[in-house]
Nanobody, 124 residues
Framework: VQLQASGGGLVQAGGSLGLSCAAS????????MYWFRQAPGKEREFVAV????????FYADSVKGRFTMSRANTRNTVYLQMNSLKPEDTAVYYC??????????????????RGKGTQVTVSS
């Protein structure tokens, strides 16, 4: 299974950016999908999760109310819409998959499938 994140770039503070993560190799419609991020000099942290059906989602406090995660199982793709971006959102963003949804997030090391990241840079 390969997970490919895309959509990163440079945006000004207060702006918006949308990330995508496309899966190939198998259908992940029954898997919960996660987004993580890692800022320079910091540990990778949980950002958001969406259940297999897309009906449930959970966000880190730092992004709650600004980020929205969704999925399109027919396309084997998940999305992360990021609004009201702040300089502290600057990081490499990664998507990952786990068989079960966790309402409190999970650690990167728990993920069954992990993708390569896409850089998001928010300028002040």
């Amino acid at each position: 299974v390969q997970l490919q994140a895309s959509g990163g770039g440079l945006v000004q503070a207060g702006g918006s950016l949308g990330l995508s993560c496309a899966a190939s190799g198998r259908t992940l419609s029954t898997y919960a999908m996660y987004w993580f991020r890692q800022a320079p000099g910091k540990e990778r942290e949980f950002v958001a999760v969406v259940s297999g059906t897309g009906h449930r989602s959970f966000y880190a406090d730092s992004v709650k109310g600004r980020f929205t995660m969704s999925r399109a199982n027919t396309r084997n793709t998940v999305y992360l819409q990021m609004n009201s971006l702040k300089p502290e959102d600057t990081a490499v963003y990664y998507c990952a998959a786990h068989p079960t949804y966790s309402p409190v997030g999970r650690a990167w090391s728990d993920m069954y499938y992990r993708g390569k990241g896409t850089q998001v840079t928010v300028s002040s």
